[in-house]
């Protein structure tokens, strides 16, 4: 980052991109920089070289010597198309509960037409009344945690400019693309004055301030600490023809719902946070230069930068407790982890940074390197519930500090989160539109490293249970019925339909297939359609029958043993007929065992592609004491395993009345559980 004293604006041409970008007067911005005016030019290319001393002689070589040629070293290359870049400059009034920033912002367009109109989201709006869309659709609760009486935040944009001064305020409007509630305004829609060319630039400058409600949602204050998540005005996606399988381009918008989650482009930010003296900052990034403590005013600034990152967030208290380790392994070159520990779990630092190391080590090896240089790991105080269990770019916060004893939860939430640097963060998939893709890949690899570091091993079958309500994976996060459907859904079905596929083809080629997705499409914004034809370009077959059924469709697998029969056969001889049914989705194949009284059992393959089949069993010197379909538990999307077997020593009448009475009462206990 090179900073260049200026008292007015200017454009600086970048070598190596094709845009102009213009950059403004930290001072001109209502920065916290204490009043001091700079510019950032921002790392897209090389500086101009007109702008660099020019070189001395070399001195004379030897008669004996040949002098070697100076080389320049090249600009490291860019990981993302930086399609935006934000200059940020924020305080926060701690007694006020209010954030005070100012930013400019430019954005490229990626696509082939002319745009006139940008889309910002202003999330801190959702909390501004009680007839929002997120509120209207969470009830004013989020996984355990609820809104307080305090828990009214909004955010209000109070000016808008273009790089030339020409106040775009008066074209603020808000628009409702998904439900038309006009209470709702986390969406703005800006009309620009000329249209931006496909490949050009638009640069404006904004005013901005965020009322924070008693800590709610993923954002807030509780006490003295803050969560600055979802906090400044962001730009939508403008998605290319192509982008996620779109045949027109255009933008991606969606308000804040109760379910979603997030959804941006990549880019650079370079931010400056103001807050009182005694405050500690985690934020997004690495500083480039330590914090600036202004004694007058009682405050101190700190400065971040990030680049190939789609958001920024940070976190203040003047308790924590700080903390960092470097850390490196086979494909993680280099690392600080940072560690801002409420003080209650002190004593707990050593098993985040384990959780934290093994992590980043584990996720490296098995999906691709970590590219970034830091990772700071955040534990809210507590009360703060609401700030917990979140990701961010190269930040994520863990459970907050309720329990002194919080089991191995502690370091489920690290590792969570961690692997949400993953398929949120690098891969960056659309969570308003396909959560799964994050929530359920991030699911899976949780698991994988729980069980290869802390010997912990799922109970697949039991999760299975609770589909009781099974639904698309590709249904948009706000239509499904309320929250545990929707995190029944992208959480845990997500994560066995990976199961399964890792069932079908082995743990080895599973990784293959997502590291295969992740070097293919970090950075890229996939969806489903793309990971299936990784699927199929590592397996080298069709998936479309499983993707059809438990992906695009709402299938769970039901195997069950519908009818025992026994035929005339031989003088103390025992002959049967049984039939099995495939009442859902259909994953064979599948095995079924015919157990007799004497100890013997006969497994039979079935294909488990049908509706049902019928089994005809030779004559045998012992009754047919039970039969069950996959008695080894191996279908791993099998949710209704009550139905599995039946026992031959029953009057039929009395079966049937047996099996539907279980059957009604599994579903309505499964029904009464909690994600």
């Given amino acids: 980052m090179k900073w260049i004293k200026s008292n007015r604006w200017r454009p600086i041409a970048l070598a190596g991109t094709a845009f102009v970008v213009w950059v403004a007067l930290w001072g001109e911005l209502g920065g916290p920089g204490g009043g001091e005016a700079f510019e950032a030019v921002p790392v897209f290319g090389q500086a101009p070289d007109a702008a660099k001393p020019a070189p001395k002689p070399n001195p004379a070589p030897s008669p004996n010597a040949v002098p070697p040629v100076p080389e320049k070293p090249p600009a490291p290359k860019p990981m993302s198309n930086r399609l935006v870049e934000y200059h940020i400059g924020v305080a926060l009034d701690a007694e006020a509960k209010t954030l005070h920033g100012t930013q400019t912002v430019t954005w490229r367009n990626p696509g082939k037409q002319k745009v006139?109109?940008?889309?910002?989201?202003?999330?801190?709006?959702?909390?501004?009344?009680?007839?929002?869309?997120?509120?209207?659709?969470?009830?004013?609760?989020?996984?355990?945690?609820?809104?307080?009486?305090?828990g009214v935040g909004s955010m209000t944009v109070s000016s808008?400019?273009?790089?030339?001064?020409?106040?775009?305020?008066?074209?603020i409007a808000f628009e409702q693309p998904d439900d038309g509630n006009k209470a709702d305004r986390t969406v703005m829609k800006l009309r620009l004055p000329k249209p931006v060319a496909p490949n050009e630039t638009v640069t404006l400058r904004m005013s901005f301030a965020v009322k924070l409600p008693e800590v709610f949602a993923r954002m807030g204050y509780?006490?003295?600490?803050?969560?600055?998540?979802?906090?400044?005005?962001?730009?939508?996606?403008?998605?290319?023809?192509?982008?996620?399988?779109?045949?027109?381009?255009?933008w991606n918008i969606h308000q804040y719902h109760g379910n979603s989650e997030f959804y941006s482009d990549f880019g650079i930010y370079n931010v400056k946070i103001k807050v009182p003296a005694d405050y500690v900052v985690a934020a997004t990034g690495f500083p480039p230069k330590p914090a600036v403590a202004d004694k007058a005013s009682g405050t101190k600034t700190y400065h971040f930068y990030a680049d190939d990152v789609h958001d920024f967030a940070w976190a203040a208290s003047p308790n924590?407790?700080?903390a960092e380790e470097p850390f490196s392994a086979p494909n993680v070159p280099g690392v600080k982890i940072k560690l801002y520990l409420d003080p209650k779990h002190?004593?707990?630092?050593?098993?985040?940074?384990?959780?934290?190391?093994?992590?980043?080590?584990?996720?490296?090896?098995?999906?691709?390197?970590?590219?970034?240089s830091t990772l700071s790991v955040v534990v809210p105080p507590a009360g703060a519930g609401g700030a917990g269990g979140m990701e961010y770019p190269t930040l994520i916060t863990a459970w907050a500090a309720d329990d002194a004893?919080?089991?191995?939860?502690?370091?489920?939430?690290?590792?969570?989160?961690?692997?949400?640097?993953?398929?949120?963060?690098?891969?960056?998939?659309?969570?308003?539109?396909?959560?799964?893709?994050?929530?359920?890949f991030t699911s899976y690899a949780e698991d994988k490293l729980m069980e290869a570091e802390y010997g912990l091993t799922p109970n697949t079958t039991l999760e299975a249970s609770y589909m009781t309500n099974p639904a698309s994976l590709t249904r948009f996060s706000w239509n499904f019925n309320n929250h545990d459907h929707y995190a029944d859904n992208v959480y845990i079905r997500g994560k066995l339909v990976l199961l399964a596929m890792e069932k079908e083809i082995g743990e080895a080629q599973m990784k293959r297939v997502l590291r295969t997705y992740f070097d293919r499409y970090k950075f890229r914004h996939p969806s489903t359609g793309d990971f299936q034809k990784t699927v199929e370009d590592v397996t080298k077959r069709s998936w479309a029958p499983f993707f059809d059924q438990f992906v695009y469709g709402d299938q769970m697998v039901d195997y069950a043993v519908e009818r025992i029969e026994r035929v005339p056969s031989e003088p103390n001889q025992y002959a049967y007929r049984v039939t099995v049914a495939g009442r859902s989705g259909k994953d064979g194949p599948v095995s079924v065992r015919f157990a007799y009284e004497d100890g013997q059992s006969i497994v039979q393959e079935w294909n488990g592609e049908e509706d049902r089949i019928v089994f005809t069993l030779p004559p045998h010197g012992a009754k047919l004491r039970h039969v069950v379909v996959d008695p080894d538990w191996g279908v791993v999307l099998e949710h209704k395993r009550y139905n599995?077997?039946?026992?031959?020593?029953?009057?039929d009448k009395l079966?049937?009345?047996?099996?539907?009475?279980?059957?009604?009462?599994?579903?309505?206990?499964?029904?009464?559980?909690a994600w």
């Fill in 160 to 171: 808008v400019e273009t790089s030339d001064g020409l106040d775009l305020t008066p074209r």
């Fill in 655 to 673: 079966e049937t009345r047996w099996t539907m009475g279980v059957s009604k009462l599994i579903e309505a206990l499964l029904g009464t559980l």
């Fill in 644 to 651: 599995n077997f039946m026992k031959t020593d029953v009057d």
């Fill in 405 to 440: 004893d919080l089991g191995y939860e502690l370091e489920r939430v690290v590792v969570h989160e961690i692997g949400h640097q993953y398929w949120y963060g690098i891969v960056a998939s659309n969570e308003f539109e396909e959560a799964w893709l994050d929530e359920g």
């Fill in 222 to 250: 509780k006490g003295e600490f803050v969560m600055a998540g979802q906090w400044f005005p962001k730009l939508a996606v403008y998605e290319p023809a192509g982008t996620r399988g779109r045949t027109a381009e255009g």
């Fill in 320 to 322: 924590f407790v700080y």
């Fill in 346 to 372: 002190l004593e707990l630092k050593e098993r985040y940074m384990y959780a934290a190391k093994k992590a980043l080590e584990h996720y490296s090896a098995w999906y691709g390197p970590y590219p970034y």
């Fill in 116 to 150: 006139q109109e940008l889309y910002f989201h202003l999330y801190p709006n959702a909390f501004e009344s009680d007839r929002t869309t997120f509120m209207r659709e969470s009830g004013g609760k989020l996984r355990e945690d609820e809104r307080t009486g305090d």
